[in-house]
């Protein structure tokens, strides 16, 4: 019996040890977790992703920032650089290219007024942050020029000499451009799962596999895994190539399976040349494939990395599905994906004479072994020592060494594109000429964004680091610029109307304070206008989240105030024609699926009568109140008086803490994260709630009467969550407000306003093609840069996304 595996005996310790409360925090530290432990022991099955915590979403990013996640996702563990502070890129290895798009002159604001013609960028990004243009450096050469900090192992100057060293005929060999120059562990070497699917191997759930058995393996493996040979010989039947033999061996060479098959089908030809097989073997054997499925699901280790040459072969002749395996024709590669025969490789590199002609077939056991040997060599020798001692006998040819009489050389740069190109990896700007701090080389100049787009997707090999400009949005700004700041003015004018809603009519003398008392239970109010006619009070209530007005609507539309029913609407302005479209989009915005908005009521908020007793004489006073009572009882009426003193009505505070949040919520599903915004000194009364599925946040919704008799509104989360404050962010650069603010949305959409919606889909449009056409495990990042002018900084906004196979 094999003992258990490293990683399912860790497993079993970790459950062991915990404590419900530990499991509880536990899983809320869930992502962070998994991403690290799965960096750990290189999980092949999982692509990278990027995350950042919620409390992080909520600060904007720098340029520094953005060039601290580029220098990670780009070099890594390569040169020992460390996880970003403000977010997390798990299964770094995995990444195949960095890919940035910088958008000039469009703001964050531009972005949501315009969310529903941005399809792709609201869709196929699911991590966004605001972002902080800068005033003094350009976003492209700020990348390219940034210093990547020393690491804690090797120095970048050590890494550099040893780059010089090897000679740069070899920078672009196939098993230096695949696997680099540096020594690593088995998990290196492992396929990706997007390897398997491309090379025809097979892969559970992809078509054409579902009669094969998948082994009991789990979904990580380590360095210390053990190694398994694997070879399998092949007959000609009626319906094609049929198992005859199979051969398993252990890390140590010893077989531990070699078992002759019965084909299920009339063999046409033993193939007895290259199998060894004869129909005089093969006549008394009853074993059949599905037997030496079974076998070979009980002899492999949870852990098991499968390793031969062409494994692809052996494994569809088994029916197998076998996730960890390294094929030794794809370690050592030639040009052109050609590939070298297992005698070859044998002889050469482990002095091994295999498949001899003196012997009738090939040995599968041999061969197993051949190539379990070539593994072991090529793991522990490293790429770079592979390549140099037998690049003569295996490529075909030699390294002229240069003089080395010469001074030293100088020295390394830590730029971060300097650093790329010495690690042979391609650096590439197409944009409108600039001053951007690289190699003119690696330049390509265009003058409009469709020529950078079409130029970078007619390249037939994708940079490894490249960054696109698109100016077209900032150019047309330029040619509007004394439209401009009113053009804004209009677009955060838009998007604060959102989060507007007028109410009344109010009983006359009807006081500010008196709706802000009455508004508040939905979320917080920013901003009340009073808007009083001749006959009636109205008022226009702006909340700071688009929640607080959707709650409105729903709860207090038709209220009774004073014996009087008032109206609660949105404003009727162009602007919000389409806002039902917006929000319905951004309920179902993948920033929201899981997230719920919470609003904790006072007791006596929801009672329609509420009396405030005292006795008097023995005689007992009610103060009672009809319609909405916040304003009325609680909050505005007028305390009784006994002896000339004031009787004040006693209410039970509303207090809103994580632990009350996750013990009525966790009803409905693991709760992940509780926010609970509020000014400092004081208790927050509505809170934003993240579930780890979006299960829990519809069983939440689904159960809204049985909240509400637990003081609870509810609502789906809209405001995104790096927004923490929807209208803070759309709120005008300009203290001009009066005369404006009369016509702000009122105004028709003019020429300008026709032409920036029409640019925003051509943008999204060509972003989209663009993300299209890079390499599945790039890091896709979209700067919408934002807008410096002379009354301050307009905020920007990052979108990023790992590109994820088909």
Request: glycine content about 6%; proline content about 5%.
């Amino acid at each position: 019996m094999e003992p258990p595996s490293a990683a399912a005996t860790c497993n079993r310790k970790k459950r062991k040890n915990l404590t419900p409360t530990a499991q509880e925090e536990a899983k809320r530290l869930k992502a962070v977790q998994e991403g690290e432990e799965a960096l750990e022991c290189g999980r092949s099955s999982r692509s990278p992703r990027i995350s950042v915590p919620l409390d992080r979403l909520q600060q904007p990013i720098t340029l520094n920032e953005l060039t601290e996640l580029l220098h990670y996702a780009a070099l890594g563990k390569t040169v020992g650089i460390k996880q970003p502070s403000w977010c997390r890129l798990l299964h770094q290895k995995r990444i195949k290219a960095v890919n940035v798009v910088v958008v000039e002159g469009v703001t964050q604001s531009h972005f949501y007024k315009h969310y529903l013609t941005l399809r792709h960028l609201r869709t196929n990004y699911t991590t966004r942050v605001t972002f902080t243009p800068s005033s003094s450096t350009d976003l492209a050469s700020g990348i390219f020029s940034s210093e990547v900090p020393e690491s804690d192992g090797p120095s970048l100057s050590q890494r550099h000499n040893e780059s010089r060293e090897l000679h740069k005929a070899l920078m672009t060999h196939p098993v230096i451009t695949k696997f680099g120059t540096q020594r690593r562990g088995l998990t290196a070497y492992v396929l990706t799962q997007e390897e398997m699917i491309k090379r025809h191997y097979p892969v559970k759930g992809m078509p054409g596999f579902e009669d094969f058995l998948c082994t009991d393996c789990v979904d990580c493996v380590t360095d210390n895994s053990p190694l398994y040979g694997l070879d399998c010989e092949m007959c000609l039947t009626e319906k094609g190539y049929e198992l005859a033999r199979v051969s398993l061996v252990d890390s140590d060479g010893n077989c531990v399976l070699d078992d002759l098959v019965k084909p299920q089908n009339r063999i046409l030809n033993y193939l007895t040349r290259f199998s060894g097989i004869t129909a005089a073997m093969l006549r008394p054997i009853t074993t059949t494939l599905r037997d030496v499925q079974v076998k070979l699901r009980t002899l492999l280790p949870s852990d098991a990395v499968l390793v031969g040459h062409s494994i692809n072969n052996d494994l569809m002749s088994l029916k197998l599905i076998h996730q960890h395996v390294i094929d030794t024709s794809l370690l050592y590669r030639r040009e052109f994906g050609q590939r070298f025969k297992l005698k070859v490789l044998a002889e050469t590199v482990l002095k091994r004479q295999i498949q001899t002609e003196e012997k009738k077939g090939h040995s599968p056991i041999e061969d197993a072994v051949a190539a379990l040997d070539l593994a072991q060599y090529f793991i522990k020798t490293g790429p770079r020592q592979v390549v140099e001692l037998h690049l003569e006998e295996l490529w075909g040819y030699t390294i002229v060494e240069e003089s080395t009489d010469c001074a030293p050389g100088p020295t390394p740069s830590h730029r971060f594109a300097d650093i790329l190109q010495t690690l042979g990896r391609s650096v590439t700007f197409l944009g409108k000429r600039s001053d951007v701090a690289l190699d003119l080389s690696s330049q390509l100049w265009h003058n409009s964004d469709k020529e950078v787009s079409a130029s970078f997707r007619r390249q037939t090999k994708c940079p490894f680091l490249s960054v696109l400009q698109f100016s077209s949005f900032s150019d047309h700004l330029k040619r509007f610029s004394p439209h401009h700041e009113r053009q804004y003015q209009r677009v955060c004018a838009n998007l604060r109307d959102m989060c507007v809603v007028f109410a009344g009519p109010f009983p006359a003398g009807f006081s500010e304070r008196e709706v802000r008392r009455l508004f508040r239970c939905c979320g917080p109010v920013r901003k009340i206008k009073m808007l009083n006619t001749t006959v009636r009070v109205h008022a226009e209530v702006e909340f700071e989240l688009l929640e607080g007005a959707m709650l409105a609507l729903k709860t207090l539309n038709g209220r009774n105030v004073h014996g009087q029913s008032i109206k609660v609407q949105r404003p009727v302005y162009e602007s919000m024609l389409d806002l039902d479209l917006t929000l319905d989009a951004l309920m179902g915005d993948s920033l929201n699926t899981s997230h719920l908005y919470a609003v904790k009521l006072k007791p006596s908020t929801e009672t329609e009568c509420t009396q405030i007793s005292a006795k008097v004489n023995g005689h007992t006073l009610d103060a009672k109140c009809s319609g909405i009572t916040p304003v009325t009882a609680a909050n505005g009426f007028p305390p009784a008086k006994v002896n000339g003193k004031r009787l004040q009505p006693t209410t039970t505070k509303s207090k809103l803490s994580e632990e009350t949040v996750r013990e009525t919520f966790g009803h409905f599903g693991t709760v992940e994260r509780v926010v609970l915004p509020a000014k400092p000194g004081k208790l927050s009364r509505h809170a934003h709630i993240k579930f780890e599925s979006s299960e829990g946040k519809h069983a939440a919704l689904s159960s809204t009467e049985e909240l509400r008799k637990e003081n609870y509104l509810v609502c789906p989360s809209l405001t995104p969550p790096h927004l923490p404050s929807w209208v803070a962010v759309t709120t005008p650069i300009t203290t001009v407000e009066a005369a404006e603010d009369e016509e702000r949305t009122h105004m028709h959409a003019t020429a300008q306003d026709h032409e920036m919606d029409l640019m925003m889909r051509k943008l999204d449009r060509r972003l989209r093609k663009l993300f299209r056409s890079l390499p599945d495990g790039t890091l896709s990042v979209a700067v919408l840069l934002g807008h410096t002018s002379a009354h301050g900084l307009l905020p920007g906004l990052c979108l990023m996304e790992v590109k994820q196979g088909s």
